[in-house]
Nanobody, 126 residues
Framework: VQLQASGGGLVEAGGSLRLSCAAS????????IGWFRQAPGKEREFVAA????????AYADSVKGRFTISRDNAKNTVYLQMNSLKPEDTAVYYC????????????????????WGQGTLVTVSS
């Protein structure tokens, strides 16, 4: 499956952005999806994940209460709504897909994902 992440851009601190992750395959609806980010000079880190059913989600502590992950399986798309953005949220954001999971399993480990999108840059100015 091919993943296309979009929606990044430049925003002031306190602002909002919505990222999208669109998939090329209808079987996307059976994939657990995660968002990760990588800031300059840092390792890629987990941000949020959603089970393929959409019935379970998980967030990194650093974004909990500010970011919301959701999915529309009819559109083969997962969203990451980012509110109250901070300069430390600046990074390239990647979406990833992992097949073969139970309907409520969220996948938080980077190494578990089989497919990755190309990333979209989010820059938050202070």
């Amino acid at each position: 499956v091919q993943l296309q992440a979009s929606g990044g851009g430049l925003v002031e601190a306190g602002g909002s952005l919505r990222l999208s992750c669109a998939a090329s395959r209808r079987t996307f609806s059976s994939y657990a999806i995660g968002w990760f980010r990588q800031a300059p000079g840092k390792e890629r880190e987990f941000v949020a994940a959603i089970s393929w059913s959409g019935g379970n989600v998980a967030y990194a502590d650093s974004v909990k209460g500010r970011f919301t992950i959701s999915r529309d399986n009819a559109k083969n798309t997962v969203y990451l709504q980012m509110n109250s953005l901070k300069p430390e949220d600046t990074a390239v954001y990647y979406c990833a897909a992992d097949p073969g999971n139970p309907p409520l399993r969220v996948v938080v480990g980077l190494e578990e994902y089989d497919y990755w999108g190309q990333g979209t840059l989010v820059t938050v100015s202070s």
